[in-house]
């Protein structure tokens, strides 16, 4: 069962573009959700992360947008870059419980010239 | 470099083959993790460590064994694996408290089970 839903699973955007990645809950108990960039042969490496009580964190070029009534949050790359050609996965963990990460499938990004 | 390491890289075995995954980590923490990443597949967590001690096991077949000899070094000992089991083997690192804490991963462990 994939309690982490994220779609898609790849995406092409242009240089300058923005990449929109989305992702969909069903636990209610999650309450902190982070996401990771994975280049090739590298571990993932966490990237931003928001917790249910605001509906939009940005750091520099990402912002993750939330919708806790949906239950529904998603990440959004502005002026996309080559450099920033890597799969990334959204992620959920509880209260209690947050050395259990529930990953979603991963959304393979690539920015073309 | 995210300050764990992994050894090896790569590791081709057969499915009668008894070998060893070593993680290590250079950070002060003391959580270690042992992840399973297959393609079209979400990360799957294996084991939870936590001050030397297997705090979680999910579900795992017992043909994987964990080892945890000190804070900085986690193993994974593989015997009689099968070809679904081929696959990245993440380890990652953390610090162990009640609220969330960035996991470090490694760069991985690429097996294949022939």
């Known amino acids: 069962q994939q309690q982490v839903k994220q779609s898609p699973q790849s995406l092409i955007v242009q240089k300058g573009g923005i990449s929109i990645i989305n992702c969909a809950y069903e636990n209610t108990a999650f309450d902190y959700f982070p996401w990771y960039q994975q280049f090739p042969g590298k571990g993932p490496a966490l990237l931003i992360a928001?917790?249910?009580?605001?509906s939009e964190k940005k750091e520099g070029r990402f912002t993750i947008s939330f919708n806790k009534s949906a239950k529904q949050f998603s990440l959004h790359i502005m002026d996309s870059q080559p450099g920033d050609s890597a799969t990334y996965f959204c992620a959920a963990t509880a209260s209690g419980g947050y050395q259990k990460v529930t990953f979603g499938i991963g959304t393979k990004l690539q920015v073309i010239p | 470099e995210t300050g764990v390491t992994q050894t090896p890289r790569h590791l081709v075995m057969g499915m009668t083959n008894k070998k060893s995954l070593k993680c290590e980590q250079h950070l002060g923490h003391n959580a270690m993790y042992w992840y399973k990443q297959s393609a079209k597949k979400p990360l799957e967590l294996m084991f939870v460590y936590n001050f030397k001690e297997q705090t979680e096991n999910n579900s795992v077949p017992s043909r994987f064994s964990p080892e945890c000899p000190n804070s900085s070094h986690l193993f994974l000992h593989l015997h009689t694996l099968q070809p679904e089991d081929s696959a990245l083997y993440l380890c990652a690192s953390s610090q162990a408290s009640g609220q969330f804490n960035e996991q470090f991963f490694g760069p991985g462990t690429r097996l294949t089970v022939l």
């Open positions: 928001i917790r249910p009580d605001v």
